[in-house]
């Protein structure tokens, strides 16, 4: 019974869907103070994400009329669950290393894609031409930027010659963390690119540009199914820059008080990184996205490989 | 529980802003409250792009006989539980226009609206006050007091009429 019971734990209560979503909103609302002392403003209550997604729960639900009805109700099921899974793997791996099993960094990298399937799926089920403009848009930015995103994973994997998360962290363990080389401060640099359009943050929301398409792949979502989709949003900002430490910022230690407060720092660093190119950027045509994930981006993985080939 | 989510609904207010043939004044005010200067995201209140996401109204203007099935069609794609606004004096009773052969003349004859802000254009002072008072977050200005009939002889003369008379 406990052998069956503790995968659900896992999954449902503590590294999985409870846990990362709880902290996943508090460091959304992080983004969003920040943003405000930026613009010189008090900005939202700490408790203002949570009151958010309290008040989606609380509001009804409308299915537009001739959407595609399962695929509208189960798109946002299908995020929040890739999500979740891929939060999970990344905790567990870090917390207990035996765990982990080949090709675990395979399975995140498929899991972290599921969010903004999600996203396609949902906006081309709702029958609306803003949510149909916005799901082109999002399959166009996932096919610019997941190949650098892929590329550079691969540097890691390519150093280690492995593609098990516990032996990436052990490599890390005996011989630094793999951003102190060439390869892995550029590496690190198109990670955090493709971050903020995985994330749909500013100069990449163009799948969600408000003012442009009000809303794209999530107009017509509303209620709970909207709060599962910013859920979505606020577990990706937890776990993508934590899948960032894993792999090239020295993993995460939680056995002593030292490392605690080592990833908080690494984690508030990348986050503070991230919300600054986010408040002082404008939106991005969807051609000049496309060219610059396509050009230098892709340009700069490639480099990162060679100079990985080449033990630089 | 159901009571906690509801007290998260006065928290977090996400407006839709539209212009029912309003003559552009009251929006430009609408969005200036909305701006860094006044910071209505303290309250929780955010701008947003899909009436699906939003949970007010904000409306202005007299409505004209165009917008007047647009409106409508609007109310009805908001999910419930929803409040509407209705900002300017064109569209709390039409304003100048409020026996004009094409303009309806107000919001309320349209849709139900909840709370009205006043203002040719209001103040972005009055519109986040009319919001704040909406919500609870301030108590309101005045009050509406219904006054006890005292009898007219004894407000004026503290006696009966036929007593003070008999007085001459």
């Known amino acids: 019974m406990m052998e069956i019971l503790k995968p659900v734990f896992y999954l449902l209560i503590f590294p999985g869907l409870l846990f990362t979503g709880v902290l996943g909103l508090f460091f959304m609302w992080v983004d969003r ?16 994400c949570y009151v958010d997604i309290g008040k989606l729960l609380y509001k009804q639900v409308i299915i537009p009329a001739g959407s595609n009805r399962l695929s509208f109700v189960t798109a946002p099921l299908i995020g929040l669950a890739g999500i979740s899974l891929a939060g999970g793997i990344i905790w567990m791996v870090n917390i207990n290393k035996s765990v982990s099993f080949i090709g675990d960094l ?28 916005g799901a082109s848009r999002e399959m166009t930015m996932v096919f610019a930027y997941e190949l650098p995103f892929i590329l550079v994973i691969f ?13 990436i962290i052990t490599y890390q363990i005996q011989n630094g963390a793999m951003f102190w080389s060439v390869s892995g401060i550029v ?9 903020l359009a995985k994330l749909c943050y500013l100069p990449f929301d163009i799948p969600e540009a408000e003012s442009e398409i009000i ?7 509303s209620g709970a199914l909207l709060a599962i989709f910013k859920l979505t949003n606020a577990m990706m900002l937890l776990a993508l820059p934590l899948f960032l430490i894993t792999l090239f910022l020295g993993g995460i230690v939680v056995s002593s008080i030292k490392g605690i407060l080592f990833l908080i720092l690494k984690y508030l660093v990348i986050l503070i990184l991230v919300i600054l190119v986010k408040s002082t950027h404008p939106r991005l045509r969807i051609d000049q996205a496309l060219k610059f994930f396509l050009g230098p981006v892709l340009g700069l993985a490639i480099i990162s490989v060679i100079l990985t080939v080449l033990g630089v | 529980m159901f009571s906690i989510l509801e007290k998260c609904f006065k928290k977090s207010i996400w407006v839709y802003h539209t212009n029912a043939s309003a003559c552009n004044g009251c929006d430009i005010e609408i969005i200036n409250a909305l701006t860094p200067f006044y910071d209505a995201e303290r309250f929780g209140i955010k701008l947003v792009g899909s009436p699906r996401h939003a949970d007010a109204l904000l409306v202005t203007g007299a409505v004209s006989r ?31 226009w409020f026996d004009s052969y094409n303009l309806v003349g107000g919001v309320d004859k349209v849709i139900p609206v909840n709370f009205y802000i006043p203002g040719c254009p209001p103040r972005p002072e009055a519109i986040l006050f009319g919001v704040a008072v909406a919500l609870g977050l301030v108590d309101k200005k005045v009050v509406a007091e219904y006054l006890k009939e005292k009898g007219f002889p004894e407000l004026v003369h503290e006696r009966p009429v036929a007593e003070s008379l008999w007085a001459k």
């Open chain 1, 155 to 167: 540097t890691a994997v390519i150093k280690t010659r492995s593609v098990i998360f516990a032996d």
């Open chain 1, 215 to 221: 809303g794209g792949t999530l107009a017509e979502y």
């Open chain 1, 33 to 48: 103070k920040v943003t405000a002392l930026i613009q010189s403003r008090m900005g939202p209550p700490w408790y203002q």
């Open chain 2, 66 to 96: 165009q917008v007047c099935p647009r409106l409508k069609t609007l109310y009805k794609s908001v999910p419930e539980p929803k409040l509407v606004f209705a900002i300017g004096s064109c569209a709390t009773g039409g304003g100048i």
């Open chain 1, 106 to 133: 395979i399975v995140v990298m498929y899991l972290l894609v599921l969010p903004s399937l999600a996203l396609i799926i949902g906006g081309a089920a709702s029958r609306n031409p803003f949510s149909s403009v």
């Open chain 1, 187 to 195: 590496a690190v640099a198109v990670f955090l690119i493709c971050m």
